[in-house]
């Protein structure tokens, strides 16, 4: 812990799911702020920092993205493919979390370069275990490229 | 006379011919004999002849003699009476035919003439060579003469003696030579007649009817032979019985097989094809013998057939094409696989070949691909969208838990609504994935009906939403009918005509148009038009997927368009929208066929 606030842009058109994610990692304690968007174009819009997004200090570089695949308008595996092309981008930790166990997918995501390949677990308890190792991991023992 | 005689030997069969040898071998040998013991018995004769004559000389003379003495004791004379008496009454010979005596005086004192009739003819007396024998006989007695005592002797009765035998042996002879001819011809004629009719059989066989036997006959050698010869024809008979029979049943499975298939020799000509090879060229099988694929075939497919085949027979190997064919026409395709056919010696010598039109085998599969494919995505949409509402009950019912030990009541209320959406949800997924299901399942038989009517029956089940939003919704009255099943057709009418309505947007003089127009291909589509939201065109494919929404917040499963589409493209029509871009309205078009199908 640097004692930093860490950003976390998470992409998830599912409102509740959005919620859960939020709370897991509150009630866990990891400092954060997460910036929830719902669409893949608005996720993009985002990086980019294009339209509502212009303002950098209202919309900062995330240190870490929580993607879902499937989403409105450009799912997921695009949003993962142009984050990972671009090369001011591409260093950014990308982990995908996701309901699909498809094996397809897990493939695909890993080609594009993701960091790592989550299933949204059925269960409360072990979604606030997922979210609170999630958070120690990323946000704690791993050490971020960007300053 | 020669050709005369060579015409005639060519014209005998072997018996007369061995018969005809034979005889003239015997009678050559029977003449011979007859010669040479001839002149044995000719010189015999004739010996016998002469001793026959000097005895009767010899008593004769003792005869004449007693009647010199007997009359005159002292002076000799012949007392004439008696000895004519006694001439007269001696038993001569019986080949004398003359005799005298003649005295001193040279009167004769006697003379007879005893003739022989000669009966042989004459060149048989002349070849027998016995002559007369004339023969003079002074009478001297103690140096006296007394007269001449002359005796003349023919062979004239032995000559007819010898031709009556010599008659007598000739028709033996021919007797003897006709027995003898006619044994041999006959027993030729039993030795070779199983011969001669196995010959017979032999050439009836050759021509081709194989049910003729040969009768066993003949010495026992024969016998194992000509029944050898019979089980040889039996068992070609049941050879060839077998060889139709199979060639029969390969005949019918050739020709009721659906794939055109050929036989080539090594130059690609064609040798036989089967029915649907011909009837696939509207000709008859027999019109492709003796011909190559030049005259049948543009020249160009015509080398590369040739190359093909080629290829086959050099590497021996099997080739099997999938490829376009230009001859069934475009989009065509064929399976074609050429055989080469070796010999015992293992050398090529004929080409097997067989095509079939795959055209639509190929389409099948490319449907079943794009079904497999769509089935896939399906599922997989499925899975993931009705996972998505559990994880909400199951994540926040854990959350509630917590809270409520932690007496935490705040978010209670929302918690609870959060989990009753999230069952409402799930509810809402699975009756739409019932109802997609159902649409793949169900597919009614086609009707006319007007679009006209299903549109304003559409709009009339929307009416309560239509009024609340105060949208106009006009209908262009007369559409072209169409044939599909209406109730399906309705149904994309509703979901269309619903999804205008619901993105209107902001829109003060919201409207709702109904019509169908002609495309630039000539096509008659039907549309949806309004002056609402509008759609990004780079989401124009994504909006026709399964439980996909460009906006989360709004209604629906976004099933509506994905259920338009699979009714649509059941019906073989096509589906597609067009938008100026956002706030310009967006138009829904869809194409159904004019026709039945």
Sequence with gaps: ??????????????????????????????????????????????????GTYADKTKSPCPHLILLDLRLPKIDGLEVLKTIKTDEKLKSIPVVVLTSSESEQDIGKVYAFHANSYLVKPLDFEKFTKLMRDLGFYWLGWNVNPLQ | MTWLISNFWARLNLVPRLSLVVALGILLVVIGAVYQSSQHITRDTQNELSAEYNRQMETLESVVLATLFMEEKTHHHFDLKHLTGLLSAFKYSADVTQISFRDTTDVAAFSQEIPIQLEAPLFFSRWCGLENIYLNRPIIVEGVYYGLLSLSMSP????????????????????????????????????????????EVSKILTQGDLSVRVKIAGSPELQTVLLNFNQMAASFQTTLAALQASEAINRTILESLSQKIFLKDRNSVFLAVNKAYAEAHGLRAEEFVGKDDFAFYPAELARQYRADDREVMESGEVKDLEEADIALGKGCMTRTIKVPIRNEAGEVTALLGSFEDITARKRAEQQLAQKNAELERFTY??????????????????????????????????????????????????????????????????????????????????????????????IEPEMPAVFA??????????????????????????????????????????FVKDNGLGIDMKFRDKIFGLFEKLDPHSEGTGIGLALAKRIIELHHGTIWVESAGLEQGSTFYFTLPQQPA
Excluded at chain 2, 172 to 180: H, Q, Y
Aim: with cysteine; charged share 25%.
């Design chain 2, 485 to 526: 099943d209406p109730h399906r057709i309705r149904e994309v009418m509703q979901n269309l005509i619903e999804n205008a309505v619901k993105y209107m947007g902001s829109q003060a003089e919201p409207q709702v148009a109904v019509g169908c127009r002609f495309l630039a291909d000539g096509r008659q589509a039907y």
């Design chain 2, 381 to 474: 949409t499925i899975s993931h969208d009705l996972k998505s509402p559990i994880i909400t009950i199951k994540g926040f019912l854990g959350s509630l838990v917590a809270d409520a030990r932690a007496g935490n009541m705040e978010r209670l209320e929302t918690d609870i609504k959060r989990i009753a959406g999230a069952a409402d949800k799930m509810q809402a997924l699975l009756t739409d994935v019932l109802e997609l299901s159902r649409i793949g399942r169900m597919v009614q038989p086609s009707l006319k009906f007007s679009m006209t009517a299903a549109a304003q029956d559409a709009s009339e089940v929307l009416a309560g939403t239509i009024r609340a939003k105060g949208v106009k919704v006009t």
């Design chain 1, 1 to 50: 812990m640097k004692g930093e606030i860490l950003n976390i842009l998470l992409v998830e058109d599912n409102e509740d799911h959005a919620e859960l994610v939020q709370r897991s990692l509150e009630e866990n304690q990891v400092a954060n702020r997460i910036y929830w968007v719902q669409d893949g174009e608005e996720a993009l819009d985002y990086l980019y920092q294009r």
């Design chain 2, 156 to 199: 004239n009765r032995i000559i007819n003696q010898a031709w009556g035998y010599y008659l007598y042996l000739v028709r033996l002879m021919f007797l003897s030579l006709v027995i003898v001819l006619f044994s041999i011809w006959f027993v030729l004629r039993k030795a070779l007649q199983p011969l001669l009719s196995l010959a």
